[in-house]
């Protein structure tokens, strides 16, 4: 089962609006597995913070480097872009795609608050990416692809826009395999009930080509649902003859 793409948008763009007119978001309160408390070490302002949905820090698995690329899929309210397009300094590039114009709105405030220069956002689904071929070094994302109603057209986006020997560092959510149907309905209620078992994560990056992929566990945030962190890689430039 996957949530309703109209109902995540709708979902998460409510949360922007409240956000927008200076209001708590309504999805912060579920939990603090969600949002600031991973982002306690940045350096960023609370009201930035506070816009996080997600269930991790890709940050912290994606090993940012100056002067590289990044693509954030459903960058939300541009948290992660910001923090990235510090880490890649003004020779690099972070990329924030999203569907939802009142998140972009607010993400783009947001970077213009931050005055930075090297920060895009752009309007997409993660299903299809809309960036051309071999074009960024790194992919992040953010308890977003669980989300996802085609997840196979979002990993064969991933290695199709990353560079030869790029990498993939992302917070998602995982299901145990016991995760019966009738708790998938009710894990949709908060749109959580299309995660992942490991098992189809490593199949499903390994089928787009991916290489290197690792899915660990790192915390529990609902019955038989956790949050992880997965790495992978686009296989390398062929070696010269």
Not at 27 to 54: F, I, K, N, Q
Not at 64 to 83: F, K, Y
Not at 211 to 217: E, L, S, Y
């Amino acid at each position: 089962m996957s949530p309703d793409q109209d109902a995540v948008r709708e979902r998460y763009a409510n949360a922007a609006r409240r956000a927008l007119a200076g209001e708590a978001t309504g999805l912060l309160s579920e939990s603090d597995r969600l949002g600031a408390v991973h982002y306690a070490e940045e350096d960023v302002p609370e009201t930035v913070a506070a816009t996080s949905l997600g269930c991790g820090n890709p940050l912290a698995v994606a090993d940012l480097r100056p002067g590289e690329s990044v693509l954030d899929l459903g960058s939300g309210g541009g948290l992660d872009v910001l923090l990235s397009a510090r880490r890649v300094g003004p020779a690099g590039r972070a990329i924030g795609l999203d569907m939802t114009d009142e998140m972009l709105a607010l993400a783009r405030r947001h970077a213009a608050q931050a005055g930075l220069a090297n920060v895009e956002f752009v309007k997409g689904t993660i299903e299809a990416i809309p960036l051309p071929d071999n074009t960024v070094d790194v992919v992040i994302s953010n308890c977003v692809i669980a989300l996802s109603p085609d997840k196979p057209a979002v990993f064969a986006g991933i290695a199709r826009v990353l560079r030869p020997g790029g990498r993939l560092g992302v917070t998602d959510l995982l299901a145990e395999e016991t995760l019966t149907d009738a708790e998938r309905a009710a894990a949709d209620k908060e749109c959580l009930g299309g995660a992942l078992t490991a098992d189809d994560y490593r199949a499903l990056l390994h089928s787009a080509g991916l290489v290197n992929v690792d899915v660990r566990r790192t915390h529990e945030v609902g019955p038989k649902l956790y949050s992880a962190i997965i790495r992978a890689e686009a296989a390398p430039p062929p070696e010269p003859r």
